[in-house]
């Protein structure tokens, strides 16, 4: 029996109501298989997927793979200076063509050597002179809507989709001072295999309630109460929050200041706050006087993701000395939020599967949770069966 049901569709109106109304959506839109394949149609091949930054590939040639929602894709830099975003699947059987990062002039497929162009072209196929009508032209590598914002590269499997960044304009003024497109990545590490629904890493990201709580000693300097909600509008492409610190150059480590140099534009009032951002379905932002943590989130079935972490750091950190070492230990400083967070998401995820689980009552704490429940409703509405 399908769980997309009019119930459940139904259902939804109690988590869209004002914060201190409503209540978490239901758990088996986070547990199961074939909701997972309904967002996967609903979502993540109708909205904008973050696939990296603009300057991981600087050069002609350059590329970087991702799967985001078991699609594997590639971000190449044409030898226009162009950037793309390309299927990674061969039009002959199916095989990924590449995989990893690196530079070179065409994709091979490692199967029966098809050959590609760097704008997806098909360059060559081996033996193909008797199929009959045969069309080289028309079995190149399929070629995705791409639109860059704050140096972040985004795809859409939706031709027709609207454009991303007049709908994140209230980001733009968060992002104010920090000159993001100008400023290096340094690409962190990939964590797989991570136990738990897309959904639930979207929440606990941006949910300052946990973080007086499960983050203690460490997020003194950002308490939970010391939050500013951005107002709603269903036309929004983020959700975001405003996390005011209580001392000056405040960061997530040990220390709880920063250690790497403070982005040179920023105002005072600016290097007393951080923020926290969602771009669902892909992107989650950290935003901290010295750094931009970004998350690019990819759901691997319904109970797991992996997600790719990278920071954007003021271009004079790479001219210190003691760069590897500063960068080491402020790294580690956002590993010891991860190591909490992790275990919170696993044990929320095994919750949800509970014959217990509930629907539970928000706190005015997690208002960016009803908002990004908006988010999602709405596309689950516009996309469900038989709309």
């Not at 962190?188 to 959904?199: A, D, F, R, V």
Request: net charge negative; proline share 7%.
């Amino acid at each position: 029996m399908s769980v997309l049901t009019s119930e459940l569709r139904e259902s939804f109106t109690g988590s869209v109501k004002p914060i201190n109304e409503a209540c978490l959506l239901p758990p088996v839109i986070y547990t199961s298989g074939e909701f997972y394949e309904f967002e996967r149609r609903a979502i993540f091949q109708r909205e904008w997927l973050c696939v990296g930054r603009v300057d991981q590939v600087p050069d002609p040639g350059d590329y970087r793979c991702i799967t985001i929602a078991g699609e594997p894709l590639i971000l190449v830099r044409n030898p226009e200076g162009e950037l793309l975003v390309l299927s990674a699947v061969c039009q002959h059987r199916g095989m990924v063509v590449v995989e990893g990062g690196g530079n070179t002039r065409r994709f091979i497929c490692p199967y029966h050597h098809w050959t590609y162009a760097l704008d997806g072209d098909l360059l060559g196929a081996p033996a193909m002179d008797r199929a009959v009508g045969f069309d080289k032209s028309a079995c190149g590598l399929p070629r995705l809507k791409t639109e860059i914002w704050q140096g972040f590269v985004f795809c859409n499997f939706n031709a027709d989709a609207r454009p991303l960044g007049p709908r994140l304009a209230k980001v733009d003024e968060i992002l104010e001072n920090f000159n993001l497109p100008d400023t290096v990545t340094r690409t962190g590490k990939t964590l797989s295999n991570l136990p738990w629904n897309w959904k639930v890493m979207m929440e606990n990201f941006n949910d300052p309630y946990h973080a007086s709580r499960l983050h203690g000693p460490l997020q003194t300097f950002a308490p939970s109460h010391m939050n500013d909600f951005l107002e709603w509008d269903d036309d929004d492409g983020a959700i975001a929050r405003i996390q005011h610190f209580t001392e000056i150059d405040s960061s997530f480590n040990p220390s709880q200041k920063c250690l790497l140099p403070v982005f040179s534009g920023l105002t005072p009032e600016q290097r007393k706050r951080g923020s926290f951002v969602l771009i669902p379905p892909t992107l989650s932002l950290a935003i901290v006087p010295d750094e931009v943590a970004y998350f690019i989130i990819s759901p691997d079935g319904p109970g797991e993701i992996s997600i790719h972490i990278g920071y954007c750091l003021e271009p004079s950190a790479l001219r210190d000395p003691l760069f590897e070492y500063l960068f080491e230990q402020a790294e580690q400083g956002v590993n010891n939020f991860n190591v909490q967070d992790v275990y919170a998401d696993t044990m929320v995820q095994v919750g949800l599967n509970s014959v217990f689980a509930p629907r539970g009552r928000y706190s005015w704490q997690e208002e960016t949770l009803v908002q990004f429940n908006r988010w999602l409703v709405s596309r689950y509405e516009r996309n469900w069966p038989g709309s």
